[in-house]
């Protein structure tokens, strides 16, 4: 061994044996071998020839490695830190203790700067969840969800709607944009559906100057740009099942392949009542889509953003059938919607009454030419004087009230819900984590408060969470 290297070491276990008088409940520092190991470091990533990126991710990579763990069967997942910072991994969509959770907010400890903790969990419900980072960004681009920390995680048991069925191949595809830049233009436009009812539109419109948006120089599936990498090579009659997120911190996106629809089993890794084939699928930052394509249309096709700008800079990926020799086709879909309730329960849609009812108004309030709008919920931005308490056990329901002028991806921690009211429609059955709530619109979502300690709820786009579009409840 070099001497410098085992001076990095030692540097390592003495922060570990300092830290040590703070572990509180699942997070052991010593013990029997991990079954999974993260060590967060600067990676690169050739997004194309000649366009290498520099940013933070998992084990050399971004994305960072596949971990399939099984339902009801105990981990632990050692983390290692090696940056300047503290860090955090939260586990997306599983229903895990606070301690362990991933989010500064509940009182999960930190992964501390240059050093390493084991998160010890039983990782449940079985379905396709996420790893990523949770840690604050503010106005640094190179921090939070701007950066490279993310991954798939699949928990295989018998809740996992992916498991039944034969496929001929299984594709785990992320979205992502990087790149980030502050402008003070509106970006993104996958979130505009004039179509949908605006109920929370204010009769008087607040008309002061926007402050910054982020837009992104380049985009990928999964680490490489649209064009770059190999194509997903397919042949005709194959069923190719498909594992879909937006990884993104900053954006709402549409994908479409040309020919085919995508026949959704599941949304945010929770099987829906009604499979439905669509042709166009929205993601939120934080959603996930698990859907199969039959390969019936021979050719070779590009599979992207809809938006041109957006594909054209590397948002989608080559479908190529065998035996098929040209360029890549790409179609725009005949219209871009997307409707979460025709996945829900058929028929009119019944759902216990909540015992609890909880409205939650969120507004922006925007500060002008270079700097950060800030979101206010019920009129306070977090942290909020008081929390907002959920009775352990009883059903309560969360109406969110979007009074401002963009689409919000709205997340809770370690809960799912079930989708009861969006569009101006009654629904039930859909169950998710995070659900995309539109420009003025209005959604509500029932949950069982069945998890002790605090649960973070916020918008899954990273500046307004950073900026006041958060809450906690506590159960
Ligand atoms: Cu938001």
Redesign the pocket.
Known sequence: MQRRAFLKLSSVAAAGTAVAARVGPGLAQAGPKPDFTLTIAPVEVELAPNHIISTIGYNGTSPGPLLRMKEGAPVRVEVINQTDVPEQVHWHGLQIPAEVDGADEEGTPAVPAQGRRTYEFTPKPGGTRWYHTHTMAMNDLHRGSYTGQFGFLMIDGPSNPTQAGHFDQELFLALRDWEPFYTSQMIDTDDLDPTLPEPEKPKVLDTRPNGLEIGAGIYSINDKALGAGEPIRVKSGDRVLMHLLNASGIEIRHLALPGHSFHVIALDGNPVPTPQAVEVLLLGPGERIDCYVEMNQPGVWIMGDPTDDIRNAGLGVVVEYAGQNMQPTWTAPRKLGWDYTVFGKPGTAATPAPANVLDMVFEKIPRGAGKFNSFTVNGAPYPHGQEFVMKAGERHRLVFHNRTD?A??LHLHRHIFELTEIYGKPTAGVMKDTAVVPIYGRAAVDFTADQAGPSLFH?H?QM?MDYG?KALLRG
């Open positions: 963009d919000h991806p918008c786009i307004h579009f």
